[in-house]
């Protein structure tokens, strides 16, 4: 962390001596009264609006205890609980179980996800599901769990749909689902990935070496969560590559291309993307974010009994996954994709110890090794935003 601040400070440092003090922002070159509300002349060509939708989220100390009233408030009959042999020995998954235990409700467990999971590993979730009917779904882990709970969750809502009806073009066909999803609860015990924020899912495609995924309003979860004693245990390098994804979902949708510019202008409003470019609402996330990280960041690696630190990561996390689930991210997740992929489907891939001996690259770790060479680059499109960000980062700037 130290090493990436300085590196941002010395950069915006290089770009103020370049620039001087009186530039104008070639992005958001608008006067700063007329906001985001300004944008250029293009007749009926560029975007107009900006859209955010959210996941119900609760978050506090102890919360996972109240999942079992949840489901009954859900009025489902049938729940299955998503996890991995690893969080299925945590206090969390117990907690879970207690609750439902205690309140009569039946229910299975599906414990097989994988760490970066496959396709493959999202078809078997997705048959396990569908074999057994089941009317909700609640995901007890990581980014990896909550991303095949949400699959699992959209296919069984859609019997009829082949499985790569929902994955994006060019894996996929990139359609939009015909029904409802049934309800899905995410139980984070990471802090870095906001997938309990966000309606996307990432998985391995191992005969192509690349990573593809699912992009559609309807796995974003009804509920979150979000209970800061669940990630008191992270491993070490869990918390330090998880708040890396944290660092940097808040970067990128904040130096995004602006909604304004996006081209070309939906004909419906069900045609808007997901990720529409910054806007007021993402930068919001994006500034309290950084802020969070700039302090609670370090203290949340060093000392995993700092429950504040780690509380306030978590809450980073959320933030930032609100974020980018509406403005989208840009160049250091684009490229972690093949960067993770080589380390994996190499001759001699990566195993890191803390994430059970897995070959693979974090995918912290992915993403934020080529942000010092990306805001390289994109700061000159985008000046103002890198610097305010590098000052909340604690950049001794001039303002």
Known sequence: MTTFTSSYTKLAKEMLEKLGQNFK???????????YFWKKNDGDKTEYAFEMSGSVLRFGPGVTKEVGHDILNFKAKNPVVITDKNVKNTTAFKQVEQSLKSLGISYEVFDKVKCEPAVENAIEAIEFCRAKNFDCFIAVGGGSTIDTTKTAALYTSNPEADVYDFFIVPFGKGLLP????????AIPTTAGTGSECTAAAVFDMPEKKCKCGIRVRAIKPHLSLVDPLNVVSMPRNVAIYSGFDVLSHALESFTNKPYYERLPRPEKPEFRPLYQGANPISDVWARETLRIVHKYFRRAVSNPDDIEARSQMQLAACYAGMGIGNAGVHFCHGLSYPISSQGKFCSKPYVDSEYDGHSLIPHGLSVIVTAPAVFQFTVWANPKRHLEAARILGADLPV
């Open 25 to 35: 922002d070639p992005v958001h070159s608008q006067n700063e009264e007329e906001g």
């Open 178 to 185: 015909q029904n409802k999803t049934l309800p899905i609860i």
